[in-house]
C-alpha cells in the first residue's frame, strides 16, 4: 500500500476495507510509537557519533547542532572547541562483540528416534541450515541483528523465498504420456524388442517338442527347472530374459497398449533460495501489548524506497503513485519518514521516495 498521501481511491470494496483495517492498526498507539521512534532514533544518531542532536517539533524530527549540521545551523565557535567522545558505541560494541564470538547453532532431532525416515529427516535438516548460513551470511546476519537490539530493541527476520537466475538455473525433464503398442515385461513394464520375444516364442515351441509326453525319450530326460535346458549334447538353450529385471520372457506375450511417458523436452528454471532480512522498530510495527508472537494482531512493514521499486512491485499502482516529487512534498508521516532515514541525509530529503506500508496479520505471522 505505498503512498500515504490519503489520495488512495479504488472502486473495489473490498481493497476499500482492507484499507481502512490497516489504516486503524497503523493508528493504533500512534502516540507511543512516536515516543519509541524518536528514542530509536536518538540512539542511531548516537550511534554514529552525532552526540549533539535536539529534536525539533517543527520538523518532527532530530537536528543536528554543531559543525556536523550540513545546513550550518547551531554553529557557533563553541563546536570547534568540543571534542566529544563516542562512549555509546564503543561499549555497545564491547557486547555486540561478545555475544558474536558464536552464532547460535541450529540442531535438528528425530521426532521419533526409533523411525529412520525422522532421523534422516533431522540429518538433511542439519545440512540444510548450513546450506541457509552460507547463502545468507549468517554471521553479518547476527552481528546486525545484535546492532539493531542495541539501537531499537525489537529485532525482526522477514524470511521468504525468492526464486531467481542469479542463484543458478536447473534442468527439468518434462514427461508426456503416450499410448505405446508393444510388447512389454509382465513385471517391470519395459519395452521389449520384438526380436527377443520371437526368439522367444521359438524356443518355446523347440522345448514343446523336445519334451512332448508322447515322444519316447522324453521320460529319460525329465524337464527339471534348476537344470539349463538342453536341445542336445551342444546345444545349451539361453532362456530369453527382460534386459531391464532379468525375468525370463513368456513365449506367450502377447502385444499391449501402455501410457509410457515419453520426454517431450528439457527446460531451465531459475533456482529458490530462502532469503533473510533484519529489521527493527523502525521498520516494523507490532502491538506493544503483545506478549508473544501470536498476540499481535498485525504486523506492519514499513519502508521508504525509490518510486520506481515501488512500480516494479505494484504495477497496478501505476497512475496512483505521485512520482519525481520526493517525499518532501508529501510528507504526512514526518516522525516515521524521518526517523527511518539515513542518517547521511542529515536534514536533507532523499528525491524520488515514496513510503511502502505492508501487512500481515498474526495467521501469516506464525
Ligand atoms: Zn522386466
Not at 512516536?34 to 544518531?45: A, M, S, V
Request: charged content about 25%.
Amino acid at each position: 500500500m505505498p503512498n500515504n498521501t490519503g489520495k488512495y481511491t479504488e472502486d473495489d470494496p473490498v481493497k476499500i476495507d482492507l484499507k481502512t483495517i490497516c489504516d486503524y492498526f497503523y493508528n493504533e498507539d500512534l502516540s507511543t510509537r512516536q515516543i519509541q521512534i524518536r528514542y530509536w532514533k536518538r540512539l542511531k544518531y548516537y550511534w554514529n557519533n552525532f552526540s549533539q542532536v535536539f529534536w525539533s517539533e517543527q520538523q518532527g524530527s532530530y537536528l543536528i547542532n554543531g559543525r556536523d549540521n550540513l545546513n550550518g545551523e547551531g554553529t557557533d565557535d563553541q563546536s570547534y572547541y568540543d571534542r566529544p567522545v563516542n562512549v555509546f558505541k564503543a561499549f555497545l560494541e564491547t557486547i555486540i562483540a561478545a555475544l558474536s564470538v558464536n552464532i547460535p547453532a541450529v540442531s535438528c532431532t528425530p521426532d521419533d528416534a526409533d523411525n529412520p525416515n525422522d532421523i534422516s529427516t533431522a540429518k538433511a535438516g542439519n545440512k540444510i541450515s548450513e546450506l541457509l548460513y552460507k547463502h545468507n551470511n549468517a554471521i553479518f546476519l547476527w552481528l546486525q541483528a545484535l546492532y539493531i537490539y542495541s539501537t531499537e530493541g525489537l529485532i525482526a527476520c522477514y524470511s521468504y523465498v525468492d526464486e531467481d537466475k542469479k542463484y543458478g538455473t536447473y534442468e527439468k525433464r518434462n514427461y508426456k504420456d503416450e499410448d505405446v503398442t508393444g510388447y512389454f515385461c509382465p513385471s517391470c513394464k519395459q519395452q521389449l524388442d520384438e526380436e527377443m520375444v520371437i526368439q522367444a516364442r521359438m524356443i518355446k515351441e523347440q522345448l514343446n517338442t523336445k519334451y512332448d509326453p508322447d515322444e519316447e525319450d522324453a521320460k529319460l530326460e525329465e524337464y527339471e527347472d534348476d537344470k539349463p535346458l538342453r536341445l542336445n549334447e551342444n546345444e545349451l538353450i539361453e532362456p530369453m530374459v527382460c534386459p531391464e529385471c532379468s525375468v525370463e520372457i513368456d513365449g506367450n506375450l502377447q502385444q499391449s497398449t501402455l501410457a509410457i511417458p515419453k520426454l517431450i523436452g528439457v527446460t531451465q528454471h531459475p533456482k529458490s533460495r530462502i532469503c533473510m532480512e533484519m529489521y527493527g522498530g523502525l521498520y516494523v510495527k507490532i502491538a506493544n501489548y503483545a506478549r508473544k508472537q501470536a498476540d499481535t494482531p498485525y504486523l506492519a512493514w514499513l519502508f521508504e524506497t525509490h518510486y520506481v521499486n515501488v512500480l516494479e512491485a505494484y504495477p497496478d499502482l501505476w497512475d496512483k503513485i505521485e512520482r519525481g516529487s520526493g517525499f518532501g512534498s508529501q510528507v504526512n508521516d514526518t516522525i516515521e519518514q524521518y526517523a527511518r532515514l539515513n542518517i547521511q541525509y542529515r536534514g536533507t530529503m532523499p528525491e524520488d521516495n515514496v513510503s511502502v506500508k505492508t501487512f500481515c496479520n498474526e495467521e501469516a505471522l506464525s
